[in-house]
């Protein structure tokens, strides 16, 4: 048995006390590209590319320019011409004193006049011009023809319409920005999105990109990339294109500021046409772990949304492709043997029929049995979260290094703790069942159980590796309780019916920032606006953005759920509905009611509290009786909303921001702007009250 030889060398150094300066040579490039006395154009390779492009366009665009410079003055001169010869500066103001009547001898005196001093110059012009050409030859009549070209290109430098100069002709406008700079910086200017002696800077001149050009600018200091965002529809207008057409971001991260923005205007509908093919046709298997493809945006740039780690709620009114939409993201856990799938369909048809070869747990119906079978199904996946909790505890730091589930871990059969997904359409069909309930002593509705269940799966499971994908044709605040929203990461809403119902599927004041999904086109299927929770390929600081989701024919849906069980089947991991055992698990009711109890805030707050104080409240929690005061930048922080709306909104309500003193983490004393939270209960009682007076007159009425 032989052993290897290491061998190991010893080097001399010695300490220095500074890092060595950089060469002559390399203090001088750094100063050359960094200084403000070398031209823009000269400090890299790459900005003398482009100023050199830009200068061969110039000149070679330089002589049409020039024409229709020296065409548009020739105008502007016959039309000062004319009215100077009908003396119609004269006209109008005796039209003003209302004193056209005595002044008409003197204005045709004066017409006449100038008619005459008209021919008299022009004689004396041709006169001079003969004598200069009979004198100095040819070179005369260019040298005035040019003087004179020069002239009327001077006058007529500026198109009608940008500033300066009139619309006299009107007429439709058209999309010109690519070729014209300066109409770009009037569309601005028109939107009101800068002052009018403000400019834009060029970051990236316009080039194409896919089926639109593209364009990076800077806003002038102190605007916002944000403001343009948000009026994005003004934009399009003074662009002249349909608001559809128009792509507005932000600019973030290395290269980007609050002020930078990019503009992509799309040639023409980029959300018409056939609908996009699913990739994951093609797909023997997939990995749940991996962002499943969800659509394409309007550069049609394919995006991706994560499912481990987080939720998703789909909103839309019927008939806008919500199912299909549902059906993107579930098919790639499908796909994945290792994944538990517990499939509801409230709408009882045979959109969700397939899935049922592959389902741990499987419910197809509106009936009081099937709420029912919802809610023990759920009420055993939270027991089932309770106990992946506990094993994960005990787990060694090697195999589960952060207490939550990893890959290995949900891959490994002998820990049994696979990634599962709650997956309900029409969910509003059991959040909505009035049944009375008694759940550990708390009278409560059937659906107003099964919503705290799902707030408990959407706020625990994640770390333990639960999905839940919610979807629903009825998005308000009564359907979905605002604490399950509160919970729920992704949201995509097609078209639904006003902004408040947009709203509630993506979030309070996410109007104000430019994206309602009520504005969506009723011919665009399938297209809506997704807020992701996690990375997508338009950047993970990407708040919204409009996305046509793939889209899957029955019979496709049909094919993938097919191979999801051969996977299974030949993994070994079919189990539960989908192998013909509908065996509910024994479960401690008593352990989930006080699971309930810990992970749902419970305050004392009627179900269907108007926002955003039902956010507040549900921010809050215990604090609500627990703290005296919040600061309003913490709840504008955690709610994530406009700080001038919600303290509008907050006041219709009652409750009033005021200044009070607050000991901040380091001990100093400072006054902020915030609310008493006894103000905010009061709003919640008063409320409460007129909720309970109500319902007793119903119920008086109906006796």
Request: hydrophobic fraction near 45%; aromatic fraction near 6%; glycine fraction near 8%.
């Amino acid at each position: 048995m032989s052993t290897g030889h290491v061998e190991r060398h010893v080097f001399e150094t010695d300490l220095v006390d500074e890092m060595p300066k950089p060469g002559r040579r390399r203090r001088f490039a750094e100063w050359w590209r960094h200084s403000t006395h070398v031209p823009a154009a000269l400090r890299s390779r790459t900005a003398a590319k482009n100023a050199a492009v830009d200068a061969a366009l110039f000149l070679l665009g330089s002589p049409k320019a020039l024409l229709g410079a020296v065409w548009r003055g020739l105008v502007l001169a016959v039309r000062a011409w004319r009215r100077w010869v009908r003396v119609v500066d004269y006209r109008e103001a005796a039209e003003q004193s209302e004193k056209l009547a005595d002044k008409f001898i003197e204005i045709r005196e004066l017409t006449l006049f100038r008619w005459k001093l008209t021919g008299a110059v022009a004689l004396f012009t041709a006169s001079a011009l003969l004598v200069a050409e009979l004198c100095f030859g040819p070179l005369a009549l260019w040298s005035a023809g040019g003087g004179a070209a020069v002239a009327l290109a001077v006058a007529g430098r500026r198109k009608e319409g940008v500033p300066g100069r009139k619309s006299v002709l009107s007429g439709p406008r058209s999309f010109a920005w690519t070729m014209e700079p300066q109409v770009l910086i009037d569309a601005f200017r028109d939107a009101k999105l800068i002052g009018k002696d403000e400019s834009l800077r060029l970051v990236e001149r316009a080039a194409r990109a896919g089926d639109g050009w593209a364009i990076t600018v800077d806003l002038p200091a102190t605007r916002k990339a944000a403001d343009a965002i948000k009026n994005r529809e003004a934009l399009a207008s003074a662009l002249a294109v349909d608001e559809v057409q128009l792509i507005v971001e932000r600019v973030r991260g290395r290269g980007g500021h609050a002020g930078r923005v990019f503009l992509w205007v799309a040639d023409e509908d980029p959300y018409a046409g056939p609908p996009v093919r699913f990739p994951l046709l093609d797909a023997e298997w997939w990995d749940a772990w991996r962002p499943v493809p969800f659509g394409v945006d309007a550069r049609n740039r394919r995006v991706d949304l994560p499912l481990v780690w987080t939720s998703l709620l789909v909103g839309a009114i019927p008939r806008q492709g919500k199912t299909s939409a549902v059906r993107v993201p579930a098919a790639g856990l499908v796909l994945d043997p290792h994944t538990r799938l517990y499939v509801f369909d409230g709408k009882g048809g045979k959109d969700w029929e397939a899935a049922e070869a592959v389902a741990h747990r499987f419910v197809c119906g509106d009936e009081i049995e099937h709420t029912d079978a919802v809610r023990d199904h759920l009420a055993e996946l939270v027991a089932e979260v309770q106990s992946r909790y506990a094993r994960m505890s005990k787990l060694d730091d090697e195999i589960c290094p952060e207490s939550k589930i990893t890959p290995a871990i949900s891959k490994d059969s002998a820990l049994g703790m696979p990634l599962t997904a709650v997956i309900i359409d029409e969910v509003q069909v059991y959040l909505e069942n009035p049944e009375r309930e008694d759940v550990g002593g708390r009278k409560t509705t059937l659906g107003g159980y099964i919503a705290d269940l799902l707030t408990y799966l959407a706020r625990k499971g994640p770390a333990v590796g639960v999905v839940v994908i919610l979807a629903t044709q009825r998005p308000d605040s009564n359907t979905i309780p605002s604490r399950l929203r509160a919970v729920l990461g992704s949201r995509f809403a097609l078209r639904v019916m006003d902004w408040r119902d947009s709203n509630i599927v993506l979030g309070e004041q996410m109007n104000t920032r430019g994206f309602d999904a009520s504005t969506l086109l009723t011919h665009h299927k399938g297209v809506g606006i997704l807020r992701p929770d996690g990375d997508t390929d338009a950047g993970e600081e990407t708040l919204a953005l409009t996305v046509r989701t793939f889209y899957l024919l029955n019979a496709e849906w049909r094919s993938i759920c097919q191979r999801g069980r051969a996977l299974r089947e030949a993994a070994g991991t079919l189990s539960g509905h989908a192998s013909g055992d509908d065996a509910q698990r024994a479960i401690d009711e008593t352990a989930v009611v006080k699971a309930l109890g810990a992970g749902v805030a419970r305050t004392s707050v009627p179900e269907d509290l108007p926002e955003p104080l039902a956010a507040v409240c549900h921010h809050l929690g215990s604090g609500l009786d627990e703290r005296d005061f919040v600061p309003s930048a913490e709840l504008t922080a955690a709610l994530d909303v406009v700080p001038g709306i919600f303290a509008q909104q907050m006041g219709e309500l009652g409750c009033r921001p005021t200044r009070n003193r607050i000991t901040a983490d380091n001990g100093e004393t400072r006054r902020v702007r915030g609310y008493f939270t006894a103000e905010i209960r009061e709003a919640v009682q008063r409320f409460a009250a007129d909720e309970i007076g109500s319902e007793s007159q119903d119920e008086g009425e109906s006796g």
